[in-house]
């Protein structure tokens, strides 16, 4: 189980520059294809509604002009051809103009035919305007009809075919703009062809409706046209992507080489900063890693703890932190105050481990004699992984009478989420936070901080505590222990022992 995470911490690690620059690129594609999309949508749907504008006010001023002067005369069939004739010559679009029977079977009166009945072939009586592609009238020609009610008959307008032509816009290499005519739809010249395409209808009304289709071909040619530079820019961030992880992870890689040098040649060591009681008495101290590096100097434990934890070094600082502790603490002749809290820093990986296990054990006994406990510090900021193994060691080490301790208080977002799955029973409330503790500022969030950490009835803890001030408010706040530069700054064990514990003859 185990191996099988950390090969596939690996595989990650290994690949993970590909897939980041894998998701940017797909990410960033995708994103470049939905803005040409709407832009060519937007483009679409304006088309569509000036064609649909256009033509509706041109059909409106025909019914306008003519309808007047048609039904004065509409029972008297050669003075409605008469003035019919004469709309029409005033009207470069309208072919003819006719006047039907009710039932739209028949012809009676037509500026074509004359005074001649005329049937008319039979089709979709809804349809008030309509496309008929060989004209009954005109043989072999087609032609646009608009169908009004006049008189209880029926008014006939045969439209040239170009006025459609006339009212298109200028037509776009990308997008088919188009009038639906019952089972026609016509483009500026002809009747669109039935290559499959994408269609939007924008707007309708009864006499028609207007659309526009694109094919999948010619979306490409418009983003590789329009939107070239923009995917480029994709393809550039991903590659700069690609190149940041990979060099981060050599980074990453070198400094764990670094770390594995600095182990063998031990270039680690365990610090101590003392911990006071509100009264000032010593009660424990925090164990805190240092890193001595002979060409380097001090390298501070922020630079290399994430890369340790990744690569699963930390476990070996932690066996070195230990071995330390039990060499200088755990010495015969050196007596840790009654109840002395140890705390050491523990990261959410190292909990899957079993050398953690034996690791605390070995401390807890050199604690024992003297009723000393041991502290794990877990930082807030990393989420524990929700599983079973992790809170199990926590667990049993709890019940064997160590302490957790949550790190970074306030600082994360999963301090409760902690709280309901094991007992917690110390909270170190975050040096952030004691920072904003002075003469004169607003106190209000560290206060709050600290009722919350009071209610939830465990022992809070103040660390980084520099000030006398801070030190008398921590105090009247009634927070439990201090730490911090005020008091004491992280040192050698050996300087500890010398400093605190009383030496006692061997
Ligand atoms: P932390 O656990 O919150 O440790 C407290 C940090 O605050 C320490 O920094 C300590 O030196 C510093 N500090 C204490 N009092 C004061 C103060 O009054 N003023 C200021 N400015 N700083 C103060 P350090 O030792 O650099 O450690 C940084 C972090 O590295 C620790 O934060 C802890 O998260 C991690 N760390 C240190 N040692 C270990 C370790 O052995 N194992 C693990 N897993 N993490 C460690
Ligand atoms: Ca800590
Ligand atoms: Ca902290």
Redesign the pocket.
């Known amino acids: 189980m185990h191996m099988k995470t950390v090969s596939l911490r690996r595989w990650l690690q290994r690949y993970t520059p590909l897939l980041a620059a894998l998701l940017v690129l797909l990410s960033g594609s995708l994103l470049v294809l939905l803005m040409a999309r709407n832009v060519l949508l937007e483009e679409g749907q304006a088309s569509a509604r000036l064609v649909h504008d256009r033509l509706k006010s041109t059909l409106d001023s025909f019914a306008l002009q003519s309808m007047p002067s048609l039904q004065r005369v509409a029972l008297h069939c050669p003075a409605f051809i008469y003035n019919a004739r004469l709309l029409a010559l005033h009207n470069p679009y309208i072919r003819s103009i006719s006047l039907g029977d009710a039932d739209g079977r028949t012809i009676r009166c037509s500026t074509i035919t004359g005074s001649k009945p005329q049937p008319l072939p039979p089709r979709q009586t809804s349809l008030r305007f309509l496309y008929l592609p060989n004209s009954p009238l005109v043989p072999n020609t087609s032609v646009l009809v608009l169908q009004l009610p006049l008189a209880g008959k029926q008014l006939y307008f045969g439209i040239n075919r170009l006025l459609l032509n006339a009212i298109f816009p200028t037509r776009s290499e990308y997008l088919e703009t188009y009038v639906t005519l019952g089972r026609y739809k016509l483009n500026a010249v002809a009747v669109l062809d039935d290559k499959p395409r994408i269609h939007h209808t924008v707007a309708t009304n009864p006499y028609f409706s207007v659309g526009f289709a694109y094919t999948w071909s010619s979306f490409i040619r418009y983003v590789v046209y329009h939107y070239l530079a923009y995917w480029l820019l994709v393809v550039v961030l991903a590659v700069l992507v690609f190149q940041l992880l990979v060099r981060l992870l050599a980074s990453e890689a070198r400094l764990c080489g670094k770390i594995s040098q600095g182990l063998a040649r031990g270039q680690f060591h365990a610090f101590i ?1 003392p911990v006071f009681t509100r009264e000032g008495v010593l009660s424990g101290g ?4 240092r890193w001595i590096h002979p060409k380097d100097g001090f390298i ?3 630079v290399f ?1 994430k890369a340790a934890e990744h690569s699963g070094q ?1 476990n070996k ?2 066996s070195v ?1 230990v071995q330390q502790l039990l060499a200088t603490l755990g010495r015969p002749g050196v007596r840790l105050p009654i109840g002395f809290h140890l705390g ?4 959410a990986p190292q909990l899957a481990q079993p050398a953690l296990l034996t690791d605390c054990h070995a401390l807890m006994a050199m604690l024992a004699p003297q009723q000393g406990v041991l502290v794990l ?1 877990l ?1 807030e900021r990393v989420e524990i992984p929700d599983n079973a193994a992790c809170y199990g060691v926590l667990n049993q080490l709890k019940s064997e009478g160590a302490r957790i301790a949550i ?2 208080f306030g600082t994360g977002h999963s301090s409760l989420i902690y709280l309901t799955r094991m007992q917690v029973d110390c909270l ?1 409330i ?2 952030s936070f004691v920072d904003l503790i002075a003469e004169g500022s607003r106190t209000d969030i560290v206060d709050n901080v600290i009722d919350l950490a009071r209610r939830l009835g465990m022992i809070t803890v103040a ?4 000030t006398a001030y801070q030190q008398a408010y921590l105090q009247q706040m009634g927070v439990d222990m201090l ?4 008091f004491a700054r ?1 040192m050698p064990l050996a300087d500890f022992v010398r400093q605190y514990l009383p030496q006692r003859p061997a």
Request: no cysteine; proline share 9%.
């Open positions: 900063q925090e164990v805190l890693i501070p434990p922020d703890i930390i600082l932690f932190l050491l820093n523990i990261s510090e930082t790190d970074d170190k975050d040096k660390e980084g505590v520099e730490q911090g530069y005020y992280p």
